[in-house]
């Protein structure tokens, strides 16, 4: 992570043109935190409807087809948000907490047995799927294939989870799929498939309420069923899934850290909080100006490109006391990891601090120490700041 880059844009250019060349259109680099805040709060002048999770240049067909919540603005935004937001409110997600607090410990017994593990492919990419599957009504034996679907679609800049048989997909039907990657077809097939079911049997769960939901007073398109499904099945769990890794590898380096936790009296909220301001799991997201404005000092010209990096924006000085230290019970904590106010508040924020809460929880039941057997191998990415392996031994409470 460019920290010292961030830093000193924030002090000589807190919103600075970024010319991308090659072709590609360049957009002005948003870095201070309050600057950011005024972004996110301001749909009018700060659409989301050009495509908010890509630098790329994508065009108007392009963003229709793949349009999901995240690239909505109100009124539309509003509605489609409505059809599942009662399912993650803090009295919703409070009835799951003793479930998920199950899962986290079976999960760290688990790391436990082994000792020495990939803490990645043990704790953390398991405890958001496995949630996710219980809230949404997806049935555990496909949690290996949502797991594999968001490998794809959020890591396919890196050679690792990079598939070849997608050269052998048209790029005409690349160019139009969410994320630009066929991976998403074969969710929209488990979706499709669910939705058919609970269109005849509704639950209480989000895919129930995503087959049976209106917006605008009608049925959701098939379109916009299956872009839905597939932003929650990749957005509940890649920025869960890296928080709690950057959290193991926070701990295991900051033993002191580590040790006021164990030793009780720091609300597992407070960690958790802490926890998402220092991994920020996304770097960025992006807007489109509709008008000419002005932000800060400069003047951001109608159709410009407006990148928020919330990544510096959680390290910034002015809001955070030694923000490049990890403090376990860090007060107060505004972070922006699930942006700052405005209508695009994350929808998942109170699932995402129950899980990592029940993380840190366990872990300091469970756990006398826990230590990195190996670097952190990161992932390739622009967008997501994630941890593919996370080698830690992990030694038992006795």
């Known amino acids: 992570m460019p920290h010292e880059e961030f830093a000193r844009l924030r002090r000589s250019s807190p919103v600075a043109w970024n010319d991308r060349g090659g072709g590609h259109e360049g957009f002005w680099a948003v870095t201070a935190y309050d600057d950011i805040v005024v972004v996110s709060r301001d749909t009018g002048r700060f659409s989301s409807r050009k495509g908010v999770i890509s630098l790329d240049d994508l065009d108007d067909e392009q963003c229709d087809v793949r349009r999901t919540l995240l690239e909505m603005d109100p009124p539309q935004h509003t509605d489609m948000r409505r059809i599942t937001a009662r399912l993650f409110t803090p009295k919703a997600v409070r009835k799951l907490r003793e479930s998920v607090r199950s899962t986290a410990a079976g999960l760290i017994d688990e790391a436990l047995g082994r000792g020495t593990c990939d803490a990645v492919s043990v704790i953390s990419e398991r405890l958001p799927i496995l949630t996710l599957c219980q809230i949404m009504g997806i049935p555990p034996d496909r949690r290996d294939d949502m797991i594999r679907w968001s490998d794809a679609v959020i890591g396919s800049d890196d050679p690792e989870f990079r598939d070849p048989a997608v050269e052998a997909v048209p790029a005409e039907l690349r160019r139009l799929l969410p994320f630009g990657h066929p991976a998403s077809l074969e969710a929209f097939d488990l979706g499709r498939e669910l939705a058919v079911e609970r269109r005849h049997r509704p639950g209480a769960d989000v895919v129930s309420a995503l087959a049976t939901g209106r917006a605008g007073g009608r049925e959701l398109t098939d379109r916009e ?174």
């Open 225 to 398: 069923f299956c872009n839905y499904f597939l932003m929650l099945v990749v957005a509940g769990n890649e920025t869960t899934r890296h928080s709690i890794s950057h959290g193991l590898a926070a701990l295991a380096t900051h033993p002191g850290e580590w040790r006021r936790l164990r030793a009780g009296g720091i609300d597992s909220y407070v960690a958790a909080d802490e926890v998402l301001r220092w991994a920020t799991a996304v770097h960025f997201v992006r807007r489109v100006a509709t008008e000419d404005t002005r932000l800060g000092s400069v003047t951001i010209r109608a159709s410009e490109r407006v990148v928020m990096y919330y990544a510096s924006a959680n390290r910034d000085e002015k809001h955070f006391d030694e923000p490049q230290h990890f403090v376990i019970d860090r007060s107060p904590n505004n972070h922006i990891a699930f942006g700052r106010g405005g209508p695009h508040f994350c929808l998942g924020s109170h699932l995402a601090r129950l899980q990592i809460a029940a993380v840190l929880e366990e872990l300091a039941r469970r756990v006398r120490r826990l230590e990195l057997a190996g670097p952190p191998d990161r992932l390739r990415s622009n967008h997501i700041n994630g941890i593919k392996h996370l080698p830690i031994t992990f030694v038992a409470d006795r």
